[in-house]
Each structure stands twice: as structure tokens, then as C-alpha cells.
């Protein structure tokens, strides 16, 4: 699978490109090392370079963050990325049965992995602080896809996907949360520089 390629494909043509992902095999490792970890860090360093580098401001005064603090950041951001595509795919594999789908770790991790393809491409915003809420508006189309997916790949009767994609929504609200908690322990302050 070549990375830049399945990214396009589940961006711009997900229903085409569903199918086929559920004929693959891959394994967890190989989903997590060839694309879940790649992607991820995209988010991770696009903020730690619009936070430290280019700086957030309004009313002529600039806030960067300090790089040590900036850097701990991105690290502690990229590995609880990692970290909640881990959990969501649990949940997503644990609910299948309650939406009349079929239990498969290795699916269920194909599908929050390559659903959030939108959101992790999206973290590119996050290189302009002042544009970082479009980071939002692609995390939405990621659950768009999860909601396309998932008849596909948990095999759920397309009527029930839709609160199947609720549930595992929520879930990924909380994940976030708790994301953005334990990103702004390492975070204490931010230096203002004027300008």
C-alpha cells in the first residue's frame, strides 16, 4: 500500500476505496508503523512549529511557546494520538455487536485508522495558529468516513451506522478531552513577544 495513495483515495473517493481496504489483510503492526504513525505526526509537528515559530497573536503582541515546552508538547500530543486510535479502536470493535455488526480487532482498526486520515492531514492548519480551526472542520469529514466505513468493514446494517457513528464519536470527544488535559500539563506558559 503506498501511503500518499490509500490517503487520496480515502479523501476523495471513500466509498470506492472502502471496499478494498476490507479485502486487505494487514496486520496491526503494519497499519500503525505504515500509516497511523506517519500520519500522526503531522498534527504533532505542525502545532509544535506554529506554536514555538510562528506564534499566535491579536492587538500586536505574538505568544510562542517556549521550545522545550513546545517540544514536549508535540511528543506527549503525537503519542496520544497514537494512543487513542488504540482506544477507539477497542470501542469501535466492543460496540459492533450493540449495532448488529461483527467483532474483528484487525477491522475495526483499519477503520478508525483510515477514517482518521481527514483529521491527521488536517493538523496541517495547525503551522498557522490563526487558520488551526479548519484542524475542526477535517476532523468532521473524518467522521464521515468512520460513517461510511462502517458498513463496510463491522458489517452493521447501514441504518444503525449512524448512531453507531455517534457513540464511537462521543467516545472520541472524551479521547480529546483527555488528549487536551494531559498536552496542557506539559504546557505552563507561553512567552508574548510583541511586535
Not at 27 to 42: N, R
Not at 93 to 102: E, Q, S, V
Not at 103 to 132: E, H
Not at 143 to 152: D, E, K, T
Request: charged share 10%; glycine share 12%.
Amino acid at each position: 500500500m503506498n501511503l500518499i495513495q490509500r490517503a487520496q483515495d480515502i479523501l476523495l473517493k471513500p466509498k470506492e476505496t472502502w471496499p478494498e481496504i476490507a479485502q486487505e489483510g494487514g496486520d496491526p503492526a503494519s497499519i500503525y508503523t505504515g500509516y497511523v504513525m506517519i500520519l500522526a505526526a503531522i498534527p504533532a509537528v505542525a502545532g509544535f512549529i506554529g506554536l514555538t515559530v510562528v506564534g499566535a497573536g491579536a492587538f500586536g503582541v505574538r505568544v510562542h511557546l517556549p521550545f522545550g515546552v513546545g517540544l514536549a508538547q508535540m511528543v506527549v500530543g503525537y503519542v496520544m494520538s497514537l494512543v487513542s486510535v488504540f482506544v477507539l479502536t477497542l470501542i469501535t470493535d466492543a460496540l459492533a455487536p450493540t449495532f448488529g455488526g461483527t467483532r474483528s480487532p484487525n477491522d475495526a482498526l483499519k477503520l478508525v485508522a483510515y477514517g482518521s486520515t481527514a483529521g491527521f492531514v488536517g493538523g496541517i492548519f495547525s503551522l498557522l495558529p490563526s487558520i488551526s480551526v479548519l484542524g475542526v472542520v477535517a476532523a468532521l469529514y473524518s467522521i464521515y468516513l468512520f460513517y461510511l466505513g462502517l458498513p463496510v468493514l463491522m458489517k452493521c446494517p447501514p441504518e444503525k451506522a449512524a448512531g453507531y457513528t455517534a457513540v464511537v464519536t462521543i467516545c472520541g470527544i472524551v479521547a480529546m478531552a483527555v488528549l487536551s488535559l494531559a498536552t496542557s500539563l506539559f504546557t505552563p506558559g507561553a512567552v508574548p513577544v510583541a511586535h
